[in-house]
């Protein structure tokens, strides 16, 4: 039987950092072309949208999963879960459930977590993230993703479902290669971004989940050259992982200004980062005084998140973005209220929190950044120019 031309697979890594590469081995031999690369300001929810449009956040408008929106909240209804005793509503499996419930009643078919936001403040935050990004019309800014440019293209494809687990995924890869009538295979691995954050990035744990994956990629890649006469693969990840060292209970400094929440500030308390709003005028002055006590960060500047692509319209996402150092983990805060030993979201220019590309591919270009991405697979998938 002939074989079918080129089958292009895309690994997508979650959390694979350039420095959690280093000093270990991970396909070496496979993929012998490895650069770090550029990843954004924020977490996956920014990352993410990036890989799949290869635009900036201020253009596909994806940052964080709450922003401020009193009038717009789809929380209104559920303010009455801040009457319920916090020793029970903060259970993790109540949260779970409530989440799955907010999903239900409203639609919602993106990825969406509740985390550890106080129920007596959701009515003041809106959830950007509603619609899967990987479905048609999932991105806020309306650009096409790569996977619309696939289907538009009429190019036939698999791609991962992040609701199912990596070994599902893995094995759906590799009997879709062992078909040969994909173009191209789009394998999202988010475990080892799960085994970062809890067991931090030099753990054995860390080691067994790589060489897992190496193993099951392997598999993936013999399946393929049964059936292609040429399999290029590209894997990357959208963020590295920043071992925590430290702790900070911003929430304590900022409460003790005597500000009302909701009334004079209101504030996101990311792992990384707290944003602030200030619907009363005077509150933003007492704000920063009480922030500049705090010598394990910063404020980020307006020319600062401008070249980071960050600077939303209207400041929607934060007025002030107070940005902790690399390695301290802001908690308890409206992420978690315990610490844990892996964290990313810091400074993108922390070598920490740089991405990888790995590749078989010598003549391939050199992503410089995670915006390179999206151009890159669907010119290997041999679709037109782009945009
Ligand atoms: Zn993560």
Known sequence: MRKPGRLVLAVFVDGLGW????????????????????????????????????????EHGHFSSFFYAPEASPFRPWRALGLLPASFADRGLVR??????????????????????????????????????YRPGGILGGQPTVFDRLRAAGLPFSVSDWRRSEAENLEEARRRAGEGEVALAWVFLGGLDGVLHATGTRSPAVDRHLATCEERLRAIVAAARDRYAEVRVHLFSDHGMTDVTDTCDLVA???????????????????????FWFPRPGARERVLEALSGERRGRVVTEAELAAW??????????????LLD???????????????????GF??????????????????????????????????????EPR
């Not at 078919?109 to 003041?124: E, K, T, V």
């Open 347 to 384: 400074d993108p220019a922390d070598a920490r929190s740089v991405a990888a590309y790995l590749t078989n591919a010598e003549d391939s270009p050199r992503p410089g950044s995670l915006t390179d991405l999206h151009d890159l697979v669907l010119r290997e998938a041999g679709v037109g």
């Open 309 to 322: 692509g960050c600077d939303f319209p209207g400041h929607r996402y934060g007025e002030v973005y107070f």
């Open 96 to 133: 779970r459930w409530i989440s799955r419930a907010v999903c239900a009643a409203h639609g919602y078919d993106g990825y969406f977590q509740l985390y550890a936001i106080p129920f007596r403040h959701l009515h003041l935050f809106d959830y950007a993230e509603k619609r899967d990004i």
């Open 19 to 58: 420095e959690v590469l280093r000093g270990r081995r991970f396909l070496d031999d496979l993929l012998p072309h490895r650069f770090p690369m550029a990843t954004m300001f924020g977490y996956s929810s920014t990352c993410d949208p990036t890989i799949l449009t290869g635009r900036l956040p201020r």
């Open 253 to 275: 400094r900022v409460e003790r200004t005597g500000l009302g929440f909701g009334t004079d500030y209101v504030a996101m308390y990311d792992s990384t980062m707290a944003r």
């Open 326 to 344: 690399p390695g301290v983990l802001l908690c308890p805060g409206f992420m978690g209220a315990r610490p844990i030993p892996g964290m990313h």
